[in-house]
């Protein structure tokens, strides 16, 4: 006798088959669009004479925009060990990474970055690009308008792994004038306060090969710096072949500007997908 739920049972066991197939397609779209959609995580590296907290105007705006935003501690020991420091960082970090840099962060990222196939983007914001060979202080004999001179820093004798070394200290009239200056003064006075040194060595050591010749850059140009004359920025800028933003800001466009530095670090980070 003729099972009559038998062609039933057949029709339920195809349409659950097929659902299970077309859940499963499903499933891999939304993974597919999830991955393409992904947000690269933000390092923002500091410079001298400053901390992570310059950063937290960046990282409160892209947090809220939902990035992953991570701010480390610069050392200011020497671009390579430097360097070292933060390249460890980045190779603990899954997908895609857009690295910043400010001042003297700008070489930092660019050496930290080399060989690390997750770093899509790097961004300077009033910082140095180097190219090999080159050390901060001797680029900075080619641009000698900075105001960032001899007589307005502080020197105190310290051993950096083994050598004889000065930590440099922004005075804190000067801090004000010519470091921050466009900020008020109620804020550049803590800036001084809490200033990180920079040792001397790390302004006469050379760079080594640079990651921009193989990473897209994009940079701030920061017009009233006195610290990184502007037509130094754009000498460095201009040979890397970066994407170029300029704001009517001091040296610390980062914390005057963090709009401004925002807009153009979710560009390159668009720029990776």
Same mark, same amino acid.
């Given at each position: 006798? =003729?099972? &009559?739920? *038998?062609?039933?049972?057949?029709?339920? /066991?195809?349409?659950?088959?097929?659902?299970?197939?077309?859940?499963? @397609?499903? @499933?891999?779209?939304?993974?597919?669009?999830?991955?393409?959609?992904? #947000?690269?995580?933000?390092?923002?590296?500091?410079?001298?004479?400053?901390?992570?907290?310059?950063?937290?105007?960046?990282?409160?705006?892209?947090?809220?925009?939902? +990035?992953?935003?991570?701010?480390?501690?610069?050392?200011?020991?020497?671009?390579?060990?430097?360097?070292?420091?933060?390249?460890?960082?980045?190779?603990?970090?899954? $997908? &895609?990474?857009?690295?910043?840099?400010?001042?003297?962060?700008?070489?930092?990222?660019?050496?930290?970055? %080399?060989?690390? %196939?997750?770093?899509? %983007?790097?961004?300077?914001?009033?910082? +140095?690009?180097?190219? %090999?060979?080159?050390?901060?202080?001797? !680029?900075?004999?080619?641009?000698?308008?900075?105001? /960032?001179?001899?007589?307005? !820093?502080?020197?105190?004798?310290?051993?950096?792994?083994?050598?004889?070394?000065?930590?440099? +200290?922004?005075? =804190?009239?000067?801090?004000?004038?010519?470091?921050?200056? $466009?900020?008020?003064?109620?804020?550049? @006075?803590?800036?001084?306060? =809490?200033?990180?040194?920079?040792?001397?060595?790390?302004?006469?050591? #050379? *760079?080594?090969? &640079?990651?921009?010749?193989?990473?897209?850059?994009?940079?701030?140009?920061?017009?009233?710096?006195?610290?990184?004359?502007?037509?130094?920025?754009?000498?460095?800028?201009?040979?890397?072949?970066?994407?170029?933003?300029? @704001?009517?800001?001091?040296? =610390?466009?980062?914390?005057?500007? &963090?709009?401004?530095?925002?807009?153009?670090?979710?560009?390159?980070?668009?720029?990776? #997908?």
């Amino acid at each position: 006798m =003729t099972n &009559p739920f *038998a062609n039933t049972a057949k029709l339920v /066991l195809a349409a659950t088959i097929v659902g299970a197939a077309s859940a499963r @397609v499903g @499933v891999a779209s939304a993974q597919t669009i999830n991955n393409s959609q992904a #947000k690269p995580t933000i390092v923002l590296v500091h410079g001298a004479f400053a901390d992570a907290s310059s950063w937290n105007g960046e990282v409160a705006l892209l947090q809220n925009d939902g +990035y992953t935003v991570i701010a480390p501690p610069n050392e200011l020991r020497g671009i390579a060990n430097d360097a070292k420091s933060v390249a460890s960082l980045l190779a603990s970090i899954k $997908g &895609p990474i857009v690295l910043v840099g400010h001042s003297y962060g700008g070489p930092v990222i660019e050496s930290a970055a %080399a060989g690390n %196939a997750n770093v899509k %983007a790097l961004v300077f914001v009033s910082a +140095y690009a180097l190219d %090999a060979g080159e050390s901060v202080a001797g !680029l900075g004999e080619k641009f000698p308008d900075t105001q /960032l001179t001899p007589a307005v !820093l502080t020197k105190v004798p310290f051993d950096n792994q083994g050598h004889q070394d000065l930590d440099l +200290y922004v005075n =804190t009239d000067a801090f004000e004038s010519v470091f921050a200056n $466009g900020l008020p003064k109620s804020q550049s @006075v803590i800036m001084a306060a =809490t200033q990180r040194p920079l040792a001397l060595g790390a302004l006469n050591e #050379k *760079a080594t090969e &640079p990651a921009w010749k193989t990473i897209p850059s994009w940079a701030v140009l920061s017009a009233n710096d006195l610290v990184i004359p502007p037509d130094e920025q754009q000498f460095m800028y201009g040979r890397i072949k970066a994407k170029v933003t300029r @704001v009517d800001a001091g040296h =610390t466009a980062l914390v005057s500007h &963090p709009d401004v530095v925002v807009k153009v670090i979710e560009e390159a980070a668009n720029a990776t #997908k």
